[in-house]
């Protein structure tokens, strides 16, 4: 009987449990996935807290990324066929352009049950096909770390070469955001509060790394390694971070706001924004055309994710206590055995 680990009852990693339930059947337009792999994004271990929405319905299969395979086509499909490897995309009906309220509330691993089963039944429209040269767990890093990286450099960000990029951390979205940074010829800085991860970073192309916990006013630091200041911040701390991202920023430079690590609300100083012309871009993961781009880069490029540890499906309460713990560089990912 096919598995899936859902969210049962209450919120809490104590409530993630394997249950078995039947093989779904793909109705007109739909395909049916046999997946092989998913990852972790910080998002998750949110959503299984209670802490992303706390009205979320249960039970949820949770986790917004994955890889599988087509095994069935229901009829009319016609973009993939049986045998494709695919990703579902992190918000299923955004695929191009800016999106309405409904595409942006289409995404996987809540409200929509997510990548952690042995199927998934998706829209033939809310899938791409990953790079060919990438393993299972490193497609599986792709829908929502590095689109949304891709999302705040590329698409919405228009790096250029020479450009100075700050990365906020070794986590997913981090590593991937130093990648792309580097690909596109721009000159990267990250923060890391471990000097372990900081050697690591510059081994991935880290041109200086600074550390946040021991300088507190690293945004400053940033800005004087940087001349004039940093292009774009590549904002992931949120609240406790975002007055050192402006510190860090050069006037009409972009801080691109993406993640919470440090909180989601607090006073805003807004004069350097408005003295110095700083562009704030929020970011939401991405769209299908996007992540279409950006699997041609890492095509390209023969680009590969950084992966910290893959645990089996059946030890995922470890892999989403070990992701929290924090100690991980870059992604924590999953694989299902049939
Ligand atoms: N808006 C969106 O579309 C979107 C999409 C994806 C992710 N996100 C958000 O982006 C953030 C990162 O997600 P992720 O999945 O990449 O997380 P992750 O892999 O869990 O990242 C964890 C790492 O972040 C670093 N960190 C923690 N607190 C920090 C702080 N105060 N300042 C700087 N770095 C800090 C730590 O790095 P060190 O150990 O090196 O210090 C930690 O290891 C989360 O808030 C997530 O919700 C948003």
Redesign the pocket.
């Known amino acids: 009987m096919p598995r899936a680990i859902v969210i049962d009852g209450e919120f809490g990693f104590d409530n993630l449990r394997l249950i078995e339930r039947p093989r779904p059947r793909p109705g007109p337009g739909q395909v049916l996935l046999r997946m092989r792999a998913a990852s972790l994004?910080?998002?998750d271990l949110l959503v299984a807290r209670g802490q992303y929405d706390p009205r979320q319905p249960l039970p949820l299969v949770p986790l917004s990324d994955g890889v599988g395979e087509v095994e069935e086509c229901g009829p009319g499909v016609t973009r993939v066929r049986q045998g494709d490897r695919v990703c579902p995309i992190f918000a299923q009906k955004w695929l191009a352009g800016t999106p309405t309220r409904a595409e942006l509330r289409s995404t996987l691993g809540a409200p929509l049950d997510g990548a952690l089963a042995d199927y998934m039944l998706v829209s033939e429209e809310g899938v791409v096909v990953p790079p060919a040269h990438l393993t299972d767990p490193e497609a599986a890093a792709l829908p929502?770390?590095a689109l949304?990286a891709w999302s705040a450099l590329v698409t919405l960000g228009a790096l250029r070469a020479g450009q100075t990029v700050l990365v906020?951390?070794?986590?997913?979205?981090?590593i991937f955001a130093l990648q792309f940074a580097k690909l596109g010829g721009a000159r990267v800085i990250a923060?890391?509060?471990?000097a372990a991860?900081r050697e690591r970073l510059l081994e991935l192309g880290a041109d200086a790394v600074i550390d946040?916990r021991a300088d507190e006013r690293w945004g400053k630091t940033a800005r004087k390694l940087s001349g004039e200041g940093v292009d774009l911040v590549v904002e992931?701390?949120?609240a406790?971070?975002l007055a050192q991202s402006l510190a860090a920023v050069k006037p009409g430079g972009t801080v691109a706001l993406?993640?919470?690590?440090?909180g989601h609300r607090a006073p805003v100083d807004i004069l350097p924004l408005v003295m110095q012309g700083v562009r704030v871009q929020g970011?939401?993961?991405g769209h299908r055309e996007s992540f279409e781009a950006m699997n041609t880069a890492i095509a390209e490029h023969e680009l590969r994710p950084v992966i910290d540890r893959v645990f089996p499906f059946e030890e995922a309460r470890e892999a989403f206590e070990y992701?929290a713990d924090?100690a991980?560089l870059g992604k924590v990912c999953l694989t299902l055995r049939h």
């Open positions: 994004n910080y998002r929502c770390a949304t906020q951390g070794s986590g997913g979205v981090a923060t890391s509060s471990a991860k946040y992931l701390g949120g406790g971070t993406i993640g919470v690590l440090a970011i939401f993961v992701m924090g991980h």
